[in-house]
């Protein structure tokens, strides 16, 4: 896969910028002519994978979130959002579905959620320094019956 457009963002870690995330990111992958569902999914995950940050990663502090995504020549877009906030003890725990550290309101969804909207979805995690999460998805696009 060769990379041939790709963008970065930094942005501090309010949940005011999940919208606008989803909509910088969906922007990007607009130029892979995505259905509505598959941009849908797309702004879904981004939306998820962010609010993860902001609400796991950084608790009760501000920090920044770094967002890169790259079309490749096979109609994928691979996004990866990542933080340097509190990390994940244990990555696999935290992946099963309504597995959730802070109770409350939370569901304990995320992870399943990006999952069942894009076709990849791969976690890094290190306590105390952060987490990555790449999600990739590739475009079929609009037909052109």
Request: charged fraction near 25%; proline fraction near 1%.
């Given at each position: 896969?060769k990379i041939?457009?790709?963008?970065?963002?930094?942005?501090d870690s309010?949940?005011?910028?999940?919208?606008f995330?989803r909509?910088?990111?969906?922007?990007?992958?607009?130029?892979?002519?995505p259905t509505v569902?598959?941009?849908s999914?797309?702004?879904t995950?981004v939306?998820?994978?962010?609010?993860?940050?902001i609400?796991?990663?950084?608790?009760?502090?501000?920090?920044?979130?770094?967002?890169?995504?790259?079309?490749t020549?096979?109609?994928?877009?691979?996004?990866?959002?990542?933080?340097?906030?509190?990390g994940?003890?244990?990555?696999?725990q935290a992946?099963?579905p309504l597995?959730?550290?802070l109770?409350g309101?939370?569901?304990?969804?995320?992870?399943a959620?990006?999952e069942?909207f894009?076709d990849?979805?791969?976690?890094?995690?290190k306590?105390?320094?952060?987490t990555?999460?790449t999600?990739?998805k590739h475009?079929?696009?609009k037909?052109?019956?």
């Open positions: 896969m041939i457009n790709e963008m970065k963002l930094c942005f309010r949940s005011v910028n999940e919208g995330s909509v910088a990111v969906s922007a990007f992958a607009a130029a892979l002519d569902e598959e941009l999914d797309i702004k995950a939306s998820e994978a962010v609010t993860n940050a609400v796991h990663g950084y608790r009760e502090k501000m920090g920044k979130i770094y967002i890169t995504a790259a079309v020549d096979n109609n994928t877009v691979r996004i990866r959002v990542r933080d340097r906030g509190a994940i003890e244990n990555i696999e992946m099963q597995f959730t550290t109770g309101e939370r569901a304990g969804l995320g992870f959620v990006m069942s894009m990849k979805i791969k976690v890094r995690s306590p105390g320094c952060g990555t999460v999600l990739e475009i079929l696009g037909s052109t019956e």
